[in-house]
């Protein structure tokens, strides 16, 4: 299995991609990972791309950390095809694509810019990894 990151719009602040690259690094050291910019709404076409498609969403599934750990360990032990996370730009997405996904998670209550979704979504990966490997990064 390997984990597809599938991003819209370009990471503009340097602060967040740098935030976005360390994680991102730090992430290839637990699991397979590739990230993807994108203009469009569905590159992959989720509809004929096998395999489990997860959109974040506002209204998606609340997490805890280590609820979102279980998630992922979960995950990693039954899928065998790919995860696809996909992180919406400054619209969102629409309902129709978010409607072909297997399942939608929310990051929080609150909204927050699509740049720094990416970067606390890359963080909580991160930290779901931690958890799993009962590391200390995560208190």
């Known amino acids: 299995m ?13 602060y967040v991609a740098e935030g976005v690259k360390d994680y991102y690094e730090r992430i290839k050291h637990y699991i397979p990972i590739t990230m ?13 791309k096998e395999g489990f498609h997860i959109v974040l969403d506002a209204q998606g599934k609340l997490m805890t950390s280590e609820e979102f750990a279980s998630f992922i360990e979960d995950l990693l032990t039954t899928q065998s095809n790919d995860v696809y996370f996909y992180i919406g730009g ?42 799993i490997k009962g590391e200390k990064y995560h208190k």
Request: glycine share 4%; proline share 4%.
């Open 36 to 48: 993807v910019e994108t203009k469009q709404e569905n590159p992959f076409n989720m509809t004929t």
């Open 90 to 131: 400054p619209e969102g997405f629409s309902e129709a694509f978010k409607n072909n996904a297997q399942m939608r998670i929310s990051l929080s209550l609150m909204t927050f810019p699509h740049e720094l979704a990416r970067l606390f979504f890359l963080e909580q990966l991160y930290r779901a990894l931690t958890i």
């Open 2 to 14: 390997k984990v597809h990151i599938v991003a819209v719009g370009k990471l503009k602040n340097g």
